[in-house]
């Protein structure tokens, strides 16, 4: 067949030398390469770090952890919608609806909530599509927190005691930001009203 260009090149397959058919140059010349880099690495400032012992600064614009928010006086946010686990791309978040009962108005917002709500760190890869979809403001990627390390893979499953903000003004935070002691004063205020 006529090639469309003109740059085919035509390969010749030349029988291997001695050397070559021992493989030894090629392995020696492959490690005085993997030295050289070894002695160079061992001078030069250290590039990585001894996660977790030590943490990188995160960027401005870090998408972290998940958080399930509660509204101003403490309720659940969460109407389990299913919004979020339909915009997610990774299917990474899965939940079970069911109704407020009566007597559960300070608990939950919405007469529906999320008995449980799941989010598999392992399959997120953090893209915020959940954040954007959910029409409650109840869903955050934190900007300073990540998952971390775990042996067990079932760690990695974030249920709702893990993802829900503490009742407790004082733990609580605004996008992952810490609440200054005069926010948690005035949210606790509003709570106790
Ligand atoms: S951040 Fe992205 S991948 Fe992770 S749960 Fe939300 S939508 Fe899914
Ligand atoms: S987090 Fe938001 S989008 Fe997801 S189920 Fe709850 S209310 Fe709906």
Not at 12 to 20: F, Y
Not at 78 to 101: D, Q, S
Request: proline share 7%; with cysteine.
């Amino acid at each position: 067949m006529q090639s469309l260009s003109n740059r085919a090149k035509k390969l010749e397959a030349k029988p291997m030398t001695l050397a070559e058919r021992a493989y030894l140059p090629a392995i020696f010349q492959g490690l005085s390469i993997t030295m050289r880099h070894f002695f160079r690495a061992a001078t030069k400032k250290q590039v990585t770090v001894r996660y977790p012992e030590e943490q990188r600064p995160f960027s401005p614009i870090f998408r972290g952890l998940h958080v399930l928010k509660r509204d101003e006086v403490g309720r659940e946010r969460c109407t389990a919608c299913g919004l979020c686990a339909v915009a997610c791309p990774a299917e990474a978040i899965t939940m079970v609806a069911g109704e407020r009962k009566k007597g559960e108005e300070g608990l939950y917002r919405e007469e529906k909530y999320a008995v449980s709500y799941e989010v598999n760190m392992l399959r997120c890869i953090f893209c915020g599509l959940c954040e954007e979809a959910c029409p409650k403001a109840a869903v955050y990627l934190q900007p300073d927190k990540m998952a971390p390390p775990r042996f067990e893979r079932d760690e990695f499953i974030y249920g709702k005691d893990r993802l829900v903000e503490p009742v407790d003004p004082a733990a609580r935070s605004i996008r992952g930001i810490q609440l200054t002691p005069e926010q948690a004063q005035a949210l606790s205020q509003r709570i106790a009203q």
